[in-house]
């Protein structure tokens, strides 16, 4: 099992940048792709963004495509997502997830993939 923890999350100005960081602890992540998700109070849990096992490959969902960066570092066993140009509409708690499928080279459709050890959530509030 993985154990993902998220941080990095704050208060922001819109226009503004974030990083945010999410840390396996125990089991290597290395094997498996990162997935990044936010939920906004009343709205439903939506996909941000993705990355492969190996970093070859990254997944953004329209919304924050050419704003925001995917990417890891399976040394020290983390998952980055680089927010820039941030809007009020980004604000919602921001969630990393793991694809319980050993070294997919490809995603087909991050949005409706099955995520497993979610962590705790991470809060970005944008401000206008």
């Known amino acids: 099992q993985v154990q993902l923890v998220e941080s990095g999350g704050g208060s922001v100005q819109a226009g503004g940048s974030l990083r945010l960081s999410c840390t396996a602890s125990?089991?290597?992540?290395?094997?498996?792709?990162v997935g990044w998700f936010r939920q906004a109070p009343g709205k439903k849990r939506e996909f941000v963004a993705a990355?492969?096992?190996?970093?070859?490959?990254?997944y953004y969902a329209d919304s924050v495509k050419g704003r925001f960066t995917v990417a890891r570092d399976n040394f020290w066993k983390t998952a980055y997502l680089d927010m820039n140009s941030l809007r009020p509409e980004d604000t919602a708690n921001y969630y990393c997830?793991?694809?319980?499928?050993?070294?997919?080279?490809?995603?087909?459709?991050?949005?409706?993939?099955?995520?497993?050890?979610w962590g705790q959530g991470t809060q970005v509030t944008v401000s206008s």
């Open positions: 125990g089991r290597t992540f290395s094997n498996y792709a």
């Open positions: 997830a793991r694809d319980p499928t050993y070294r997919r080279h490809s995603l087909a459709n991050p949005a409706q993939d099955q995520w497993d050890d």
């Open positions: 990355i492969t096992w190996s970093g070859g490959s990254t």
